[in-house]
């Protein structure tokens, strides 16, 4: 299985998109929000982060579900995306989960799917 991340314009824009590549990172111990997973990109992750859009404002990841369970991530999730620090990196805090109804993510999200490879 793979767990695709699909990235909205806003998380896009926070991220931004130099490197083309993203690296994920699972925190020692959960904070109050929830987040347990951490991202950044541009530095030396071994993931592609590729536009999913013609217009280039929506990004996207895919990675194994080994690399994704060891990050932390879930999947058929949505996040939220929130700036830890100034250390360049991103703190993913669970917002909802991906059912029939379509719910959006106010400013910077991350929508996790799985697909069977």
Excluded: C, Q
């Excluded at 793979?2 to 111990?29: C, D, M, Q, W």
């Excluded at 989960?97 to 379509?102: E, F, R, S």
């Amino acid at each position: 299985m793979r767990y695709v991340l699909h990235f909205n314009p806003e998380a896009t824009t926070l991220l931004g998109t130099s490197g083309g590549l993203i690296e994920f990172s699972k925190l020692r111990s959960p904070l109050k929000n929830g987040t347990t997973t951490k991202v950044r990109v541009g530095v030396a992750g071994s993931h592609a982060f590729t536009p999913r859009d013609s217009y280039r404002t929506r990004y996207g990841a895919a990675v194994s579900e080994t690399v994704a369970k060891e990050a932390g991530l879930k999947g058929r999730k949505r996040y939220k995306l929130e700036k830890s620090g100034n250390s360049g990196w991103f703190n993913l805090v669970p917002d909802s989960n991906i059912g029939k109804k379509t719910k959006r993510i106010e400013g910077a999200g991350v929508s996790v799917s799985i697909i069977e490879r």
